[in-house]
């Protein structure tokens, strides 16, 4: 689990398209900045700020070699972030039903008409 | 399902530890913007910046009763974010299972000693 400040810079690399776009490609294998870079509308430059965004979050780790700078996914922050949303949705869902159950219970209308049994409807 | 934009906003949310305490305090139910306020290191007019940060990302919304403003958790956009998350943790999870896999299969060292058969040991 990562400490608070280090899960505001991955909730914070997550807050932009572009970011969310590069990190969805990466789950499918490592990637260069270039080719990250290639489908988004922007400069190489602007796209490289992303990367170096997503890096310092820890989201993703590059490796230099030669030339070529080579992004993976780094599994951890992101199944923090993750974790952390799926617990408080737990918890709400679960505070949901519980709503569900007692309005069913306690708040049929007073004047709904009251359908006859079918043994009377004859 | 939030659209990018507003999936932008909902990660930006999230990206404060004192918006995520919020969050999760909501989780048991409604507060006010005093009460959210009333364990975090900050004024109230801080935090009441955060809370308008959680409003504007749909997070929260917010009714007013005389002077009191009541704050509640909007589920719909945190469970889109965590959709998200949950989406591509699925995703590289799979493929670190493979990966894993096909270590043990053919990264087995060159040197490690050749079992005999059970037949040949006799």
């Given amino acids: ?33 270039g080719q990250l870079a290639a489908p988004l509308d922007m400069s190489l430059a602007a ?29 951890g922050p992101l199944a923090s972030a993750q974790e952390w949303l799926e617990f408080y949705r737990r918890h709400w869902s679960e505070r949901l039903d519980a709503l569900e159950e007692l309005l069913a219970e306690d708040f049929a209308p007073p004047d709904a008409p009251v359908r006859p049994r079918p043994a009377e409807e004859e």
């Fill in 1 to 33: 689990m990562v400490d608070d400040v280090a899960m505001d810079g991955v909730f914070h690399a997550l807050a932009s398209g572009a970011r969310r776009d590069m990190v969805a490609r990466l789950a499918d294998g490592p990637l260069t900045v």
């Fill in 47 to 75: 796209a490289a700020k992303h990367v170096q965004v997503l890096e310092r979050a820890g989201v993703i780790s590059r490796t230099v070699d030669g030339r070529r700078h080579i992004c993976r996914l780094v599994p």
